[in-house]
Structures are given as structure tokens and as C-alpha cells.
């Protein structure tokens, strides 16, 4: 199995700046036949399912502001918040479709210091 | 509008079963593989298994940790993915999410709201 680690387990941010989350897989999920890697970020709030921000590792979904972001390849793979909000105070989790069974990271809880 | 909802949950003594059912709407259904998930409460997000659209043969996977208790399945024709849980552990108490996706290796949205599973006795 793939275990994909967050860092850090918890965050806070003051309102307006940068939140950076990173993620590191056991072992890489980039494709090489396609250059793609198979690793999202979601968003959870309190009682609400999981959001989908990011896929592809990069790719924002439609809707999601550009504030957020997503980088790295391989193995290790940050989301960061550019301009912190109220509204993002949520857990933040990563999880690889490269392969079953499918895993998270263990969630980053995102607060406002 | 594309929705996923979840229904079946509720209070269940171990060992006993239950089924939990997730009705699309919004989109072609059968174009897509439907997953479950859960989430313990206050822990984090595991994947349960998964069904692949009958275009890729309807088979299904499962997490090692359900495997053998865990069943998928789906109708097409409804609009409708099942999750049929037999002898019911407390470590089953859980919020049952289901979610779909173009296929396996790709992500998956939406998630609906959940399902609340309680294994007490």
C-alpha cells in the first residue's frame, strides 16, 4: 500500500497570509506513460463530505478560487493557500488514485491564528 | 444538477448486516465507477471499495481491512450503488460516503453528504 504522510498535522495562519500543507508518498505516483500524477487535495469543513480543490497534483477544479494551489511531482507535493480566508478553515487532505487501495494523508487542520 | 446521496444508515447491533444505497442523479451513471468511503468519527478519510462501470467489466476491489464482509454492487438502470455490510463490527461506526469516477486512476467527485453507520450494542 501506498502511505501518503501530511505535514503538518495542524496550522495557523494569520488572515491574508500563505498556508503551505505538504505531502509525501511512500513511493511515487507519477505515470510515466502520461507524465501524470495521481494525487488530490481535498477540503473537508465540519459535518460537510470532502470537496475536491485539486487534482493531477495541480489541476484546480472549476470553481475553486486561485488562491489555491498545487505543486510537486513524484513523491512529494504541497498545497498552499496564497491569501488565507476565514472560509478556509477546514482539514485538508491528500490522497493518491494511483493505485488501490486508495489512501490519504492523515489531514492538515487549517486554523486562524 | 449532479448529485450523490447516501441513505440506510442508522444504529445496528454487531454481527448483524446492513445495506446502504447511493442515488445518482445529474449524469450519465453508467459511464462511471462508483466508490465508497468512510470516515470514523473525528478520524480521517479510508477508501472501502469500489465498482467499475459495467464498460470495464463491473468488477469491484475492496480495502483489505472490509474484504470478505464488504459487498458492492450496482443498477444502472436505477441509478443506484449498494454497499451491503455483513457481520457488523463496532470499528464499522462510521460516516459512509459514496463518490464517483471516470474509472479507476482517476479522481473522485462529488462526494455526497454520508450515511451515518453506529455499530452499538
Known sequence: DIVMTQSPDSLAVSLGERATINCKSSQSVLYSSNN????TWYQQKPGQPPKLLISWASARESGVPDRFSGSGSGTDFTLTISSLQA??????????????PYTFGQGTKLEIK | ELQLVESGGGLVQPG?????????SG????????????????KGLEWVGLIRSKAYGGTTEY??????????????SKSI??????SLKTEDTAVYYCTRALGTGWPFDPWG???LVTVSS
Open chain 2, 63 to 76: 480495502a483489505a481491512s472490509v474484504k470478505g464482509r464488504f459487498t458492492i454492487s450496482r443498477d444502472d
Open chain 2, 81 to 86: 450503488a449498494y454497499l451491503q455490510i455483513n
Open chain 1, 36 to 39: 501524470k500524477n495521481y494525487l
Open chain 2, 27 to 42: 449524469f450519465t451513471f453508467g459511464d462511471y465507477a462508483m466508490s465508497w468511503f468512510r470516515q470514523a468519527p473525528g
Open chain 1, 87 to 100: 472560509e478556509d478553515v477546514a482539514v485538508y487532505y491528500c490522497q493518491q488514485y494511483y493505485s488501490t
Open chain 2, 113 to 115: 453528504q454520508g450515511t
Open chain 2, 16 to 24: 448483524r448486516s446492513l445495506g446502504l444505497s447511493c442515488t445518482a
